[in-house]
Each structure stands twice: as C-alpha cells, then as structure tokens.
C-alpha cells in the first residue's frame, strides 16, 4: 500500500512538471507568431488557454488509459486516482468548450470591428456572430427534439445534446483536415529532400506569391489615400471625428515612401460626403486587415527568397564540396552552429539533411497508413488495428498498459493531431487569416486558436475507438464523453461509421483533386500547389518557374521591388533597365514607379521573348510545342468575346461592402475572401 501511494506522489509530481512544460512550450509557440509585451491581456490569456489545455489533452488520455488498466500488483505506468482525472477532464472540456464556442469567436470579432470604444466593439462583435449562432441554434433545436422524444426531456437530455453536436461537428472538421495532412506529411518530407525539386517550385510558386504582395501593397496604399484625404478635410462631418482621422494618419505610411501610382481623382470617389461612425469603423478594419495582409506576404516574400538562396547555394557547391552560404542568408533552412567547416556544412545539407527527410517521409508514411487501415478496421476487426496492438497486449487477456505503451499511445495521438493542423494549411479554405512571425493578426490568432482547441477532444476520442470495447470503456474520458455521445442509435454508429470518409480528402490531396476540378470548371478557390509545376514542367508562359527564377534573382541582386540588399534603405535609386531607361523605385518594401514585373496582360511577351534565350536546351519537338503554347497564351480575346463580363447576382457577390458581410458570407460569420469559406 505504500509504494503504491509512493507511485501515485511520483506520478503526480510527474504530471505537474508535464503541465509546467507544456505552458512553456505553448508561450515560447505564442512568442514565435505574437508580440506578448504589446499584446493585451484579454487577447493573450485566451490564446495561451486554447492552446495548454488540447496539449494537455495529449497528456490525459495514455495517463487515463494507464489508470484504468492497472491491476492489483500495482501500476507501471504513470497513473492518477480516479476523481483527479474526472476533475481533470471537466475542467479541459468545458473550457475547452466554452473558448471554441463563445469566448473566441466573440473576442476575434471584437478585436476585428474596427471601432474605438468598447461598447462599439462588443455590439459589433454580438452582431457578427448572431448570425453564425442562430444556425448552430436552429441545429441544436432539431437534435433536441430528436433526442427528447428517444429518451425524454430531461437536464441530462440537453447536457448530452451539446456534448454530442460539438463533438459530431468537430469530428467532421478533423476528419477532412486529417486526411490531408496524413498525405501532405510524408509527402513533403519526400519532396523537400531534393534541393534541385525544392528550388524548381520556390521558382514556380515566386510570381504568384510576387503579384499578392504586389496587390496587398496597393490596397493598403490605396486606403491610406483615402485616410490622407480625410485629413485634408476641415468641414462638415469629419470635423466631428477629426481625433478619429488624425490617429489613422499617425500610424499610415509617409507620402513619400508610397510608389505614386494611384490617381487622386480615383480616390477622392470613393470617399462620402457625409462622413459617419460606420463608415470610419469599416476603413479601420479595412486598413488592419490590409497592413497585415501586407506583412503576412512580405513575410513569406522573406522566407521564399531566403529559402531559395540557400538551395542555390547547396546545388553550386557540388562541385567545390565546400559549402558557403550568402551574407543575405538568415539561415532559413535550419540554424546551424557556427563552429562548422564548410566541408561539415557540405556533408550535411547535401547528404545527411535529404537522407533524413526520406527516411522520416518513409517513417510517417507508414504511420498515416496505419492510422487510416485502423479507422477501416476498427469496426468489423478492432483485434487487427494496428494502433491498437502498439498499445494493448492480448497475451493472458488485456494485460496493464506500462509506461513505454503509454508514450507509444502519445505518439500516435500527437501525429494525428499534427496530420490535421497541418490539414489546415493543406486545405486553403479559410480565407485570408494566418499565422505570420511576430505580427500575427489578434482574429487570426483567436480563430487559429479556436480551431486547434476544437479539433483536440473529436480526435482524442476518436482515437480511444481504436482500442478494444473493454479497454475504451473501463476510461475516464469515456464515462465522461462516450457515454453522452452513444445516448441515441444515431450516435452509437457514428464514430465508428463516419471516419471511414477520411478515404476522400486522402484521395483528393494524392490525386490532387482539387487542382483537377479548379482546371476544369475555372473555379479559384484553391491557391496553386505544387502539381502546377508538374503541368508546366518546360516553365514557359505566363506565371512560369523561369518567370519565378528571374524575380528571385532580381531580389538577391538588389534590383526587386523589395530589394533585400537594401532594405532599410529609405532613399530611391536609379536603376537601367533592359532598354536604357532609369526607373525610380522605393527600397522599402514598395512596388516600384515604374513596375519591375511586366503584368498579367503583358507577361506573354516576356514569356517569348525568354523563350528564344532557351530554344537551344530543347529539342526541335518540345521548342515547337512551346511555341505552340505561347502563341496561344498570348492571343487576344476575338472580338465576339469582348465586351462587358459576365456580373454574378449582387446577393453571390461582396460588391458595396468592404468588410466581408455581404451576399452568401454573411450566413457564415462574415469576412469572405477570394471566393473561400470560412468554417
């Protein structure tokens, strides 16, 4: 008896320095995408929570599977008594319920609404989200009926109703997200392993990023006009919010580092007559949206560039084995310590860094297929799931789950919630939010946040119907869930039926689905990926990889729009172009006068004339075809197809309203971007 209770102090003891480490690791990750001294509390507080406690849910469930598998000879595992992990589990979900469902959305709107007293903000914030609630309302009264007339209406009717609902709507976003990133794991370790393939689609993947940053860049110039044009007014309505207009002007870019390029008369029409409260709160919004629209590609500028050099510099050093990098490198692959010789640094980025991601790719390829045979099996043959024979001997019956067991069952959960995080980033559906280092936008960071916390319990749970019915029962966590979602027949085959669906988003990211449909029907709803490059392997045409390589080359010499050579430059130089002629441009992260990339419309030239340079790499058959293609790129439109554009109705469209809450977006809580869906 007493060196059970000695056990039980360890695992204690063992649980608090895991939670102590966990909160470190979350602020460190909180460090890393937000400034903590110049965020608010009120911001900061909720994110840390939506991030500790789904990371101490990783924690729970192998403590809970260990505490209620051990037998009378005393545990070997690290275990906790029952009530403490029954406490333990209430306190996680339910403010884990109450961040994704009320807290966080409420206060991403608040930080979003772009008024300057709180009470503004909070009506914005209610208003916004009324909409959003009202479906989840209409849902819930649906299943309350459904459920109260199968078990009757009591407190424990509407206690699993909620608990089931947030459970079912969670696991359906895990799913989807999961069975990307159970694909884009391994298949990125695969790709990245070499540096010639890296390179090639940093290279095709440069001017789509180039001519985003480009269009952030004039919308936030194009709103600090019209900001700067509102100061000039001195009579009527803008005098009444005078302190309003001048603030917005403090933290504008000067006139003098802008590139010149927008029309007064353009801008002065978009400004009212009468300038009111809503109208001032909405280009508020708009100009928060925009300056970190803006930072979150210069952000990804940075790294592509970065990133880029670096490869260059480890293909050009096969020859000398010797490795270099550039002074304009900040390390982007990965920091190394300086102490190592450039033959070290050879050895390592060109034989040991490739060697390792394909052994890791082979690693995670095998766990995303054993997660997914798992989920197919689980049901007719739960014996033959191969995660659950990581965790459970069946030599003498179901033997104790010991502490090795107990880190294998972590594993396993910690990839599949990885798979479905990185699912987000695999599936661009959300509009224009992201993490970005250091400058994170506060409703991005609360939707981010939301998003993790909501997807942690579905998937924990979902893991726990791997395991054998005896072992899944006998837990904590599924006293407390399991119970509440098997109430009614419809839920009792629902976790084990449903995720059998992961079978379409693994499909659609192996066979690249998505690009396919985007090809075939026109739609843009997805970024470009990396099949692009394989659709266009020669480069040619508009948007290509030569295109990508030139822009890239530019910047490294200095002679981009965003010159990394000089980049705090706040001066303009002189630079020749190819014809002779000098442009005047800005070195601080501003598209030049003169633009130093042709346009969409003109691109085909460009595309041309670099293609004669290269005639002489291809045979006669492939310099044929590429002519072929770029006659046809290049073409302009027959007269019978010009004219006015096809218009969708005003209810499909966001026209005549700058924040995103027109047509079908407001239905979804608002801030559509691009045509995407906001989940």
Not at 87 to 109: M, Q
Not at 206 to 233: G, T, Y
Not at 477 to 502: A, H, K, S
């Amino acid at each position: 008896m007493f060196s059970i209770a000695a056990i039980s102090v360890g695992s204690n003891i063992f649980f608090i320095l895991a939670l102590l480490t966990i909160s470190v690791l979350v602020l460190l990750v909180l460090r890393r995408f937000l400034t903590l001294r110049a965020t608010p509390a009120y911001l900061s507080i909720p994110v840390f929570l939506a991030l500790a406690l789904p990371a101490s849910v990783v924690l729970l469930v192998p403590i809970d599977l260990a505490s209620s598998s051990r037998d009378g000879g005393g545990p070997r595992a690290i275990w906790l008594p029952e009530r403490l992990l029954l406490v333990s589990w209430r306190i996680a979900y339910w403010l884990i319920f109450v961040l994704t469902w009320a807290i966080l959305p409420l206060l991403g709107e608040y930080i979003d609404s772009g008024y300057r007293d709180a009470r503004s903000r909070i009506q914005y914030s209610v208003r916004s989200n009324a909409r959003y609630q009202m479906i989840v309302l209409g849902c819930a009264t649906v299943g309350l009926i459904y459920i109260s007339i199968q078990n009757g209406f009591e407190f424990s009717t509407i206690k699993a109703l909620v608990m089931a609902l947030a459970y079912v709507w969670g696991l359906v976003l895990a799913i989807y997200l999961m069975g990307h990133g159970l694909v884009s794991i391994p298949r990125t370790l695969f790709r990245n392993a070499s540096a010639s393939g890296r390179l090639r689609r940093l290279q095709a993947h440069a001017p789509l990023l180039h001519d985003r940053l480009m269009d952030a860049i004039n919308d936030l110039e194009s709103l600090e006009a019209q900001v700067a044009q509102l100061q000039h007014r001195k009579t009527g309505t803008a005098r009444d919010f005078q302190d309003w207009i001048e603030e917005l002007a403090e933290t504008s870019t000067p006139p003098e580092l802008r590139t010149g390029l927008l029309e007064p008369s353009s801008i002065s029409g978009t400004i009212p007559a009468v300038i009111t409260e809503r109208y001032l709160a909405d280009l508020t919004r708009r100009l928060q949206r925009a300056r970190h629209r803006k930072a979150r590609f210069v952000d990804e500028w940075d790294r592509l560039i970065l990133t880029a050099a670096d490869l260059q510099a480890i293909m050009n050093s096969s020859a000398s084995k010797k490795l270099e990098f550039g002074h304009y490198s900040q390390r982007s692959t990965s920091p190394l310590p300086k102490i190592l010789t450039p033959y070290m640094r050879y050895q390592l980025y060109v034989n040991f860094y490739p060697n390792l991601r394909l052994v890791l790719g082979a690693l995670f390829a095998a766990a995303s297929i054993c997660v997914v045979w798992s989920e197919l099996i689980k049901s007719i043959a739960p014996r033959l799931s191969v995660v659950a024979l990581s965790i459970v001997s069946y030599h003498d019956g179901v033997t104790p789950i010991g502490f090795g067991r107990q880190v294998i069952a972590s594993m396993w959960l910690l990839y599949m919630c990885s798979a479905a995080l990185v699912g987000v980033n695999d599936a661009k559906v959300w509009g224009n939010r992201a993490l970005v280092r250091r400058n994170t936008y506060g409703e991005s960071a609360c939707w981010y946040a939301g998003l993790v916390a909501r997807l942690t319990v579905p998937i924990a749970y979902n893991f726990l119907t791997f395991l054998p019915k005896d072992v899944q029962k006998s837990t904590t966590f599924y006293r407390f869930l399991g119970q509440w979602i098997v109430l009614t027949p419809l839920g009792q085959g629902f976790d084990y039926l449903f995720p059998v669906f992961i079978l379409i988003p693994i499909g659609a990211t192996l066979f690249n689905l998505y690009g396919r449909v985007k090809n075939i029907c026109g739609f843009g709803l997805l970024e470009e990926d990396d099949e692009d490059l394989e659709n266009n392997p020669s480069g040619y045409g508009i948007g290509g990889w030569r295109e990508g390589r030139e822009l890239i080359e530019r910047e490294l010499n200095g002679l981009g729009s965003l010159g990394l050579s000089a980049r705090n430059a706040r001066s303009s130089r002189q630079p020749t172009n190819v014809d002779g002629d000098t442009q005047a441009f800005s070195t601080s992260r501003t598209p030049l006068v003169e633009a130093t990339r042709p346009s969409r419309s003109t691109r085909g030239a460009v595309a041309t004339s670099s293609s004669v340079e290269e005639d002489e790499e291809d045979s006669f058959f492939q310099s044929f075809a590429h002519r072929v293609r770029n006659t046809i790129e290049t073409a302009s439109r027959p007269q019978w197809l010009q004219g006015d554009p096809f218009q969708l109705p005003r209810w499909m469209s966001n026209d005549g309203s700058s924040d995103g809450n027109s047509g079908l977006g407001r239905w979804f809580g608002g801030r559509p971007a691009n045509g995407r869906v906001q989940i």
